[in-house]
């Protein structure tokens, strides 16, 4: 079955870059019917979507508006993974960082149905 | 703020049902499929709802979903222990061009 593995440090300093990695089993990053995604949860925020990279004929990327100038999300067809970055953190982007696989023309729709474990990430110095 | 707003909290005796509500605007739930995720302390969500009202495989047919115009909600009847999660709705804004969440409604089963 498809599952998510997630990676990355779990503290990084502001004004840094935070950067996650996601890697992917029984599905590929280069699926046509998938869009990877990373969405991510704090107490004050809730769950907040950051954005997608998907393959369609191109690599086709989507950021949300609150975070668009700082964040890419990249995927690595070599190593069937996707990673985030986010640059500039501040203590408000202290949260629960979740990847997730995205369903585009699927009889689910277009849910959220694979979900990474989380990874509680903490800007601080 | 969340975009789409649920109460905070709700509460149901055991088999008994419950039901829970979302609501938004027309560029999201009035324009676009709704998706419920039920989220169990210290996991990651999991899809329970999607396009309104469709169950996934292997999600009880004790919950259901519904909508109308730009609300929507989520019924869980025969309620049981092991139902007290946290609940959130999602749905595509077009005018974000983005996904949209509700602040999650914190179910407990007295």
């Known amino acids: 079955q498809v599952q998510l593995q997630q990676s990355g440090p779990r503290l990084v300093k502001p004004s840094q870059t935070l950067s996650l990695t996601c890697a992917i089993s029984g599905d590929s990053v280069s699926s046509n019917s998938s869009a990877w995604t990373w969405i991510r949860q704090s107490p004050s925020r809730g769950l907040e979507w950051l954005g997608r990279t998907a393959y369609r004929f191109t690599w086709q990327n989507d950021y949300a508006v609150s975070v668009e100038s700082r964040i890419t999300i990249d995927p690595d067809t070599s190593k069937n993974q996707f990673s985030l970055h986010l640059k500039s953190v501040t203590p408000e982007d202290t949260a629960v960082y979740y990847c997730?696989?995205?369903?585009?023309?699927?009889?689910?729709?277009?849910?959220?149905?694979?979900w990474g474990q989380g990874t509680m990430v903490t800007v601080s110095s | 703020q969340s975009v789409l707003t649920q109460a905070p909290s709700a509460s149901g005796t055991p088999g008994l049902r419950v039901t829970m509500s979302c609501s938004g605007s027309?560029?999201?739930?009035?324009?676009?499929?709704v998706y419920w995720y039920q989220q169990l302390p210290g996991t990651a969500p999991k899809l329970l709802i999607y396009r309104d009202s469709q169950r996934p495989s292997g999600v009880p047919d004790r919950f259901s979903g519904s909508k109308s115009g730009t609300s929507a909600s989520l019924a869980i009847s025969g309620l049981r222990s092991e139902d007290e999660a946290d609940f959130y709705c999602?749905?595509?804004?077009?005018?974000?061009?983005?996904?949209?969440f509700g602040g999650g409604t914190k179910l407990t089963v007295l």
């Open positions: 027309n560029s999201n739930i009035g324009d676009n499929y």
């Open positions: 999602a749905s595509w804004d077009d005018s974000l061009s983005g996904w949209v």
């Open positions: 997730a696989r995205g369903l585009i023309a699927s009889t689910l729709g277009a849910a959220f149905d694979i």
